[in-house]
C-alpha cells in the first residue's frame, strides 16, 4: 500500500503504468501506458508544473504571494493553476484562442487569470508565450516559469517520470516514444532512460501534422517552414525548445503521427481498454505501436509511452459528429466504434 502524502504536491507522480493487452498481442511486444491523467490535476504536466515552480522557489526568484505566469496550450496551465492553489501563488494564463472550452473552464475555475489570444507562430511578438514574458517583466514580484525554455521542466521528468518507469519495468524497457510539446517529457525520460541502460533503451519522437520536428530528426537537423495543423493539443513543434535541445541529437528515430490514426485510437482504446484518453495520448499509443512493428519484439520486447489526460477536457470534440465531420475524420473512425460518437 502507498503511504499517505502531503497535499496536492506530494500526490504528483507515482502514476501506474498500465498494460495495453490488445495492442501487445497484435505486435507481440509489450506494450505500456504511463497513466499521467491520474496525476492530481489530471494530466502529465502536473509535473512540469510542480517543478518549474520549485525551481523558482528554491533560486528566490518567487517569493511568498508572488504571481506565476505562463503561455500554454492548457494542461501546464492547470497544473501550474493547482499548485498556486496549494501554494498561496497568483497565477496568471496567456493561452491561444484555439483550445478546447472545457480547459478555458477549468483554469477559471481554479482561479486562473485566464488570457486567450490569436494563435500566431512564435516568432509573432504577439505570441502567447512572449505576451506571458512581457506580463511577468512588468509586474512586480511576479515569475514567468517559461515552460518551454525552462531546463527544470525536463528535469523534473528525469527525477521522476524516468526513474518510475524503470522501476516498474523492473529495467526491461527497450523502447520510449512520446510527442512533445516543450519537449519535457521526452528530454527528461530519455536522459534517464539512456543513461540508466547504459545507452540500450531506444527513445523516439511521436510527431503530428503541422510540427516540424518529424523532419528536423530524419533530416539530421534541417528545420524546415511549419505548414498544415493538428487536432492535437499541446504536442508539436515549430522550433527546437531548450527543453528538447538538451536531448534531441540522442534521439534513435521518429516517427510521423496523422490525425486520422490518432482519433481512431482514441476510439478503439475506449472500446478495447476501457481507457477515456485525449488525442496526444492516443497519437502516443499509434507510435508505440508502429514502434513495436517496426523493432520487432525480437528487439523490442517492452515499450513504454505516456497517456497525457483523459479524453474529459476534449469530449466536446472529440465525440462529437459535427465536429468530426468538419476536421475531416469521421470516416478515420471504424464502422464499429462510430456508436461512441454520442454528441451532435
Known sequence: ??????????????????????????????????????????????????????????????????????????????????????????????????????????????????????????????????????????????????????????????????????????????AFVAGTGTGGTLAGVGRYLKEVSGGRVQVWLADPPGSVLYNYVVSGGKLAERTGSSITEGIGQGRVTINLGTFIDQLDGALHIADEKSIAMVYDLFDTEGLYIGASSALNVVAAYELAQQLGPGTCKTITTVLCDGAYRYQSRLFSKKWLQSKGLADAIPEHLRKYSVLE
Request: aromatic share 8%; glycine share 12%; with cysteine.
Open 1 to 174: 500500500m502507498s503511504h499517505p502524502v502531503n497535499g496536492f504536491t506530494g500526490a504528483v507522480g507515482n502514476t501506474p503504468l498500465i498494460f495495453l493487452k490488445g495492442l501487445s498481442e497484435k505486435t507481440g511486444s509489450k506494450i505500456y501506458g504511463k497513466a499521467e491523467f491520474q496525476n492530481p490535476g489530471g494530466s502529465v504536466k502536473d509535473r512540469a508544473a510542480l517543478g518549474v515552480i520549485e525551481a523558482a522557489e528554491a533560486d528566490g526568484r518567487l517569493k511568498p504571494g508572488g504571481t506565476v505566469v505562463e503561455g500554454t496550450a492548457g494542461n501546464t496551465g492547470i497544473g501550474l493553476a493547482h499548485v498556486c492553489r496549494a501554494k498561496g501563488y497568483r497565477c496568471v494564463i496567456y493561452m491561444p484562442d484555439t483550445q478546447s472550452q472545457e480547459k478555458v473552464d477549468l483554469l477559471r475555475v481554479l482561479g486562473a487569470d485566464v488570457r486567450p489570444v490569436p494563435a500566431v507562430p512564435y516568432d509573432n511578438p504577439r505570441n502567447y508565450n512572449h505576451q506571458a514574458r512581457d506580463y511577468a517583466r512588468a509586474t512586480p514580484g511576479a515569475v514567468w516559469t517559461d515552460q518551454f525554455d525552462n531546463a527544470a521542466n525536463a528535469e523534473a521528468h528525469y527525477r521522476s517520470t524516468g526513474p518510475e518507469i524503470w522501476a516498474q519495468t523492473g529495467g526491461s524497457v527497450d
